[in-house]
């Protein structure tokens, strides 16, 4: 079982973020939560025991000076072709295919670090992935050292992952599979329990959230 995974998260432009989430805060405040839960979402990967490297594949400098000032090693979207391709660009390109990579989105500000471990862990030798909540879509595909990543996120991208030929993870990783891309889904947070910096901001917008230590 490999304990020395690299983390890849593609982030986007912060001003173009998280389309779908509008209207959840006040518009003013929009890309302060998408990069709350970006700077939640890496402080938990980094707390991870099996992750040893952090590696944010972005073009916004607030969200790459953020997450640098966590650990995070920072590249820029040289294809700038949308979230496969950035994917693909940080875990065969950078990472490069010796090392065992994983990737997950930026939006995950109820992740804890031990629910990462625990998928990785159930990572065999092939590629595997975790589905999000509803089932439809993923949060984390992992390749193991010497294959390609070969990302197929977007609508449907359980079924897509599944149909080429990677493994579901199974297990309890509700603050993992919880990513949020709609208000129903930051609402969902607010019970889970959110990152000191999505509930610092929740909470300023006088918005009642359990908050939870990044253990
Ligand atoms: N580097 C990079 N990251 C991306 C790109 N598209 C999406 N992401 C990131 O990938 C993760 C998952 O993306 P989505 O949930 O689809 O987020 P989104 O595109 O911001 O959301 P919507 O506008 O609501 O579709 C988030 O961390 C995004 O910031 C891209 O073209 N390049
Ligand atoms: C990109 C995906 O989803 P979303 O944009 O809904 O986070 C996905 O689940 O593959």
Partial sequence: ?????????????????????????????????????????????????????????????????????????????????????????????????SRYRAVLAGDLPALRPGQLDAALAAAGP??????????SGTVLLAAPAGEPLDPRFGLGSAAAHAASGARPLEGDWPGLRQDVDTPADLATVLALGAGEHTCALLRDLGLKVACVSAA
């Fill in 1 to 97: 079982m490999a304990s020395d995974w690299v983390a890849v998260m593609p982030v986007k432009r912060l001003t173009a973020a998280k389309s779908r989430l509008r209207g959840a805060v006040p518009a003013a405040r929009h890309a302060d939560l998408a990069l709350a839960m970006v700077r939640d979402t890496a402080t938990a990967v980094l707390a991870a025991a099996t992750v040893t490297e952090l590696l944010v594949v972005t073009d916004d400098q607030v969200a790459a000076a953020a997450v640098a000032a966590l650990g995070a090693r920072v590249v820029p979207d040289r294809p700038d072709a949308g979230l496969n391709e950035a994917m693909r660009y940080g875990a065969d390109e950078v990472a490069g295919l």
């Fill in 126 to 135: 092939g590629r595997g992935f975790v589905a999000d909540a509803a089932g």
